[in-house]
């Protein structure tokens, strides 16, 4: 059984840090991201008796080691929900991205996501996106956000039934534009992550996350631009603190970020324009803006010496046609 699937990866707004099952990546607390387009994954899998053994390759690349048992974890998670004789042979999968992985743009998520939406069609598991949500997010807890798409929020939980991820209802997709500063750094997301409660400023983040959530809930519901993305903003620093407070003292940005971060700010205090900047865990930035500012924007944003890209909000997880398949 043969099955194809794309997702989009996330920008993370009230962002999640550290696990506290690194199995099945149950997180502290909840997290809010949006989806971003037309930046996408696109996944094959197939469960072939013809397959000596489980086989992933991503961008042409054949995965070995740790990023190989992510996502067997995925496949195996996918495999321990179907009653369907074909998924006990091995399966292939085959992944290839629309955008620069590993630079902080959350390849990851769509990664993970698109392999769970695939999954689940090949192994003929009859789910809902949020049940889907659960299968991605032992790959990746932000994968489970990227296949509800849009605005989503991931809930906290020690389970299944708990932990997954749910969209949030708002209109600012009509409006929002963001351009992405691409500062290409290379990073590895998980480690941070393994580490994030050793921090001195991880309870300190943990006390105010979940005023932060509610606050972006009721910012998006009621469309509130200039709320929302200034807490996505705040966020992004507290983040960054306790990343950079951890054991090794991961420091993420590199000085075309920061220049970025003034230029933003520059934006808004002098020329009045609605404009934030957002950071995951690496050193590339989202600048949030509106379609009326976003050529201004994007033209400040390259001043700073690097590469952009305009994207807008991407929709959830979903299949596609045979003649999408990757081989």
């Known amino acids: 059984m043969k099955a194809t699937a794309m997702a989009h990866p996330i920008q993370g707004l009230v962002k999640y840090h550290g696990m506290r099952d690194e199995i099945e990546r149950l997180p502290y607390h909840d997290s809010i991201s949006l989806c971003t387009a037309p930046s996408h994954t696109r996944t094959t899998v197939e469960f072939s008796m013809d397959y000596e053994e489980d086989t992933f390759v991503v961008d042409g690349e054949e995965l070995d080691g740790r990023a190989y048992e992510r996502v067997e974890a995925v496949v195996e998670k996918a495999r321990s929900k179907s009653d369907a004789a074909h998924t006990v042979y091995p399966v292939r999968l085959e992944s290839e991205n629309s955008f620069p992985s590993n630079v902080g743009l959350g390849s990851s998520s769509s990664g993970f996501a698109a392999a769970a939406m695939a999954l689940a069609e090949a192994a003929e598991l009859d789910a809902s996106r949020q049940e889907i949500s659960t299968i991605a997010r032992v790959g990746s807890a932000s994968a489970a956000r990227a296949v509800t798409g849009a605005f989503s929020q991931l809930h906290t939980g020690l389970n299944d039934e708990d932990c997954r991820s749910r969209r949030i209802p708002s209109d600012l ?144 997880a979903k299949l596609l046609d045979e003649e999408k398949h990757l081989f």
Not at 240 to 269: C, D, H
């Open 173 to 316: 997709h009509e409006d929002l534009k963001i351009v992405v500063g691409l500062v290409p750094y290379h990073k590895e997301t998980e480690d941070a992550h393994e580490e994030a409660a050793d921090s001195h400023m991880f309870q300190a983040r943990n006390a105010h996350i979940h005023g932060q959530i509610a606050e972006m809930r009721d910012a998006l519901r009621n469309n509130e631009f200039d709320r929302a993305f200034e807490l996505a903003e705040q966020d992004s620093l507290s983040l960054a603190a306790t990343t950079m407070t951890g054991p090794s003292g991961w420091v993420y940005w590199q000085p075309a970020t920061l220049k970025i971060f003034n230029t933003v700010r520059e934006l808004r205090e002098e020329e009045d324009i609605p404009v934030y900047f957002s950071t995951d865990t690496g050193a590339s930035v989202y600048v949030n803006t509106t379609e009326e500012h976003v050529d201004e924007v994007e033209e400040a944003v390259s001043d700073c010496g690097v590469s952009t890209t305009v994207w807008d909000v991407g929709g959830p």
